[in-house]
């Protein structure tokens, strides 16, 4: 049972380059999530999904646009790569009360 | 909006009992959750209240008093793999989480 998925672990960027960060789970839930995690602070709510084909923004969406591309899977996409952005991103998917965490994306933009 | 705090350092010893608070503001929430994250991992999840009282899960434990605005997480009996950061929650709408900063628990020999 694999849980939350998510790819690539670590990534380098250069200032203006994009990307997606993939995620996945297999646990059938129906709520997702992107957050991202700043040295010494607690994880910030990005993006998140209540169901499929349904997407709000969380504390910090600005740089950031999401797809729910089916019930499994929610990616993060980077237009534009900022040095702000710099950051450990953590995708979820919950159940009820629980949030299920994927093992992060270490993300640097130089 | 929502706030919350917890302090950010906490030393305990070796079989010891520590207890973590957390006070919050907010304008409505369903529950208070507690999440563990060792250092370079994914935050797993501990404990939840969604009424006012005592939770007890093994040796963790978690209290709710939503008249105070304030939570705790109790770790009893503790060990050194229980070195770790530790978060508090407010759960809201659709499942949708607000985390305080984090404690970081160091337990010692």
């Known amino acids: 049972n694999a849980g939350v998925t998510q790819t690539p672990k670590f990534q380098v960027l250069k200032t203006g380059q994009s990307m997606t960060l993939q995620c996945a789970q297999d646990?059938?839930?129906?709520?997702m999530y992107w957050y991202r995690q700043d040295p010494g602070m607690g994880l910030r709510l990005i993006y998140y999904?209540?169901?499929?084909?349904?997407?709000d923004k969380g504390e910090v969406p600005n740089g950031y646009n999401v797809s729910r591309l089916n019930k499994r899977e929610f990616s993060l996409r980077l237009e534009s790569a900022a040095p702000s952005q710099t950051s450990v991103y953590f995708c979820?998917?919950?159940?009820?009360?629980?949030?299920?965490f994927g093992q992060g994306t270490r993300l640097t933009v130089v | 909006g929502q706030s919350l705090e917890q302090p950010s350092e906490v030393t305990a010893v070796e079989g010891a009992i520590v207890q973590i608070n957390c006070t919050y503001q907010?304008?409505?929430?369903?529950?208070l959750s507690w999440y563990q994250q060792h250092d370079g991992g994914a935050p797993t999840f501990l404990s939840y209240?969604?009424?006012?009282g005592l939770e007890e899960t093994g040796r963790f434990s978690s209290f709710l008093s939503r008249s105070d605005s304030y939570g705790y997480l109790l770790l009893q009996e503790l060990q050194m793999k229980d070195s770790a950061s530790y978060f508090c929650?407010?759960?809201?709408?659709?499942?949708?989480?607000?985390f305080g900063d984090g404690t970081t628990l160091t337990v010692k020999p």
């Open positions: 646990m059938n839930h129906n709520s």
């Open positions: 209240n969604a009424l006012d």
């Open positions: 999904s209540a169901s499929e084909g349904t997407t």
């Open positions: 907010t304008s409505g929430f369903y529950g």
């Open positions: 979820a998917s919950s159940v009820l009360r629980e949030a299920f």
């Open positions: 929650a407010l759960n809201t709408n659709a499942g949708k989480s607000t």
